[in-house]
């Protein structure tokens, strides 16, 4: 008896990732159907292009698309997007050089029910295409227009130059969308230099359901303007800014905590903080869930130990540069964090293999760990060891001292490692790498450029799960290259940028057995010849992007039949 279409959703739906939809469609026709109608995200680069029309009928219910590295025509992409009928509710237009005025108009005719736009570094953004985006889109609920591109700069005579200075977002322009978008929730107008404070106050007046403001690097809203939004968006659940204590912390801004009865994420990241606003923080009970102190100045161990103290249901901690933390003070810290998920002690220098021993012992529900440029190497791991199979991601990058017998130890700690960088480590060896990767059979993501003490790496043993390897700068040659194509059925990204070593051989070998390949770089990898690239891209359907090695410049006629085969080839 065959199994309902509604139970083998139920079955695919938890799968992690969309990716997964792929080998399950080549199974069967029933299958196929079943996986289209479950696919809800599309990415369009612009190998993509070409495929497009086939691929809005193929995926009826698809409700987000993304842009991602796009050059083409966008306005044209959007207005076929309109034309299909899909269900959308979220788009991405971000990192492109203008703003897709006539597209967007195009899909608001007929998709006005688009919640979520992402518009974040746009080319000459200005407030009358915020106007329109109110207009186009009333029922957005999720708005980013971060860190505009401008085009500014300074002349040759040293004076300021801008392409278009009055193409700027001002608070008129916030008025304008403030005053359309009733139903707004959260909106990050970070990077917009010239909107003040009377932008909050459109937002909080207009924009009952505000919970969330993104306002780093905006230069004049000041703590009086950000006091203010705090007390009057009764929703407000998180805040995201930067900046904050210079010259000093207004007695207003440090008040403001005690109504923020809602706040669950609070960024004070690159701030002069004190103990004292601390202290404030952690005496209004907030239900804070998430806290960021990233390269905040001018707080001690005293002032984090009490808020803490007061938040043991924080489950997102970063303390990035918070150079008084050493091993002993965070025996203490960790008291209190027994229901972490996430950590950031990037750029603590005083912190070794203690902490981190103490983390995974103490922090039973923790899943992301990052120890970058810390002191990792340094003491002994202790002789009992404690598994912590929640953690899933070690980013350890940048530790000169770390060396085999310390990842080694990492991997008993956490057996179930899906993520692992140990990108610039030179005390590591091929040894330790292999160690870890026969003990975490786990590892989907595996980040090793530029460590020195891996002159090669001899994979004898399956890796099934790896899905990207970074190997950029290494001594890997073509036997080894071959091998790691014959372990990693599963490999969908490839960074092999500097490894000089590496000849066609070695690139045969990884793309006549990688059926799942999507990108490779072989940017300096100087003893590739270019003349391999045409077979690359018609041996492995799948590949989407190629790197050429430096110096190798397709022509354009060459780019365009790429392309047309589904795959962008580009300048090393």
């Not at 780093?216 to 000041?222: G, K, L, M, V």
């Not at 998430?290 to 130990?305: A, E, M, N, P, Q």
Request: glycine share 6%.
């Amino acid at each position: 008896m065959e199994l309902p279409v509604e139970c083998w959703e139920s079955i695919f739906s938890f799968l992690e990732h969309h990716r997964y939809f792929e080998p399950l469609s080549l199974v069967c026709n029933r299958f196929l159907s079943i996986t289209n109608h479950l696919q809800h995200t599309l990415t369009i680069t612009d190998p993509t292009l070409e495929s497009l029309p086939r691929l809005l009928l193929r995926f009826p219910h698809l409700n987000t698309i993304v842009f991602r590295d796009f050059h083409c025509n966008l306005d044209s992409v959007l207005s076929q997007i309109s034309q299909s009928g899909l269900p959308l509710k979220s788009l991405d237009v971000s990192n492109q050089k203008s703003f897709p005025l006539l597209g967007l108009k195009q899909l608001g005719s007929k998709m006005r029910n688009l919640t979520e736009l992402n518009c974040s570094n746009i080319g000459s953004l200005k407030d009358s295409d915020l106007i329109e985006i109110g207009n186009c889109f009333p029922f957005l609920e999720v708005v980013d227009i971060s860190y505009p591109d401008h085009g500014c700069g300074f002349s040759p005579n040293g004076s300021l130059y801008s392409k278009s200075f009055p193409v700027l977002v001002t608070d008129y322009g916030i008025l304008g969308l403030a005053s359309t978008l009733r139903k707004l929730r959260k909106i990050d107008l970070s990077g917009n230099t010239f909107i003040t404070d009377q932008a909050l106050v459109s937002l909080s007046l207009n924009c009952l359901f505000l919970s969330g403001i993104g306002i780093r690097d905006c230069d004049f809203i000041t703590q009086n303007g950000i006091a203010l939004a705090i007390r009057k968006s009764g929703n407000l659940k998180s805040i995201f800014m930067n900046g904050i204590g210079i010259p000093s912390i207004d007695v207003c801004f440090k008040d403001s905590f005690a109504y923020a009865r809602s706040l669950c994420e609070l960024d004070l990241s690159n701030s002069f903080i004190s103990d004292e606003l601390l202290c404030l923080v952690a005496e209004a009970r907030l239900p804070l869930h998430k806290l960021v102190l990233s390269r905040c100045f001018c707080f001690t161990f005293d002032g984090i130990y009490f808020l803490l103290s007061k938040y043991q249901s924080l489950t997102y901690l970063d303390l990035e540069g918070a150079s008084f933390l050493n091993d002993e003070s965070m025996v203490e810290l960790t008291k209190f964090l027994g229901n972490l998920t996430f950590i950031n002690l990037c750029l603590c220098s005083k912190l070794t293999n203690s902490t981190f021993f103490n983390l995974t012992r103490n922090c039973p529900f923790l899943s992301i760990i990052n120890m970058e440029k810390t002191n990792l190497g340094v003491e002994e791991f202790p002789t009992e060891i404690v598994v912590n199979p929640r953690v899933k991601s070690l980013h350890l990058a940048w530790n000169n001292n770390l060396n085999d017998e310390c990842i080694k130890m990492a991997a008993y700690f956490c057996p179930n490692l899906e993520v692992l960088d140990v990108t610039y480590c030179p005390g590591i060896t091929e040894e330790g790498i292999l160690a870890i990767l026969k003990s975490c059979l786990h590892i989907r993501c595996l980040e090793i450029n530029r460590c020195d003490g891996v002159k090669n790496l001899e994979v004898d043993f399956e890796l099934p799960k790896l899905e990207v390897l970074q190997a950029e700068g290494l001594g890997i040659n073509d036997e080894a290259l071959t091998l790691i194509g014959k372990r990693c059925c599963r490999l969908s990204h490839l960074n092999l940028e500097g490894c000089l070593n590496v000849t066609a051989r070695g690139v045969e070998g990884v793309i006549v057995n990688c059926k799942a390949l999507k990108e490779m770089n072989l940017r300096w990898c100087n003893n590739v010849s270019v003349d391999i690239v045409a077979w690359m891209v018609f041996s492995r359907p799948s590949l989407r992007k190629i790197t050429l090695p430096c110096g190798s410049v397709p022509t354009v006629n060459q780019r365009n039949f790429f392309l047309r085969h589904g795959c962008l080839v580009c300048n090393g």
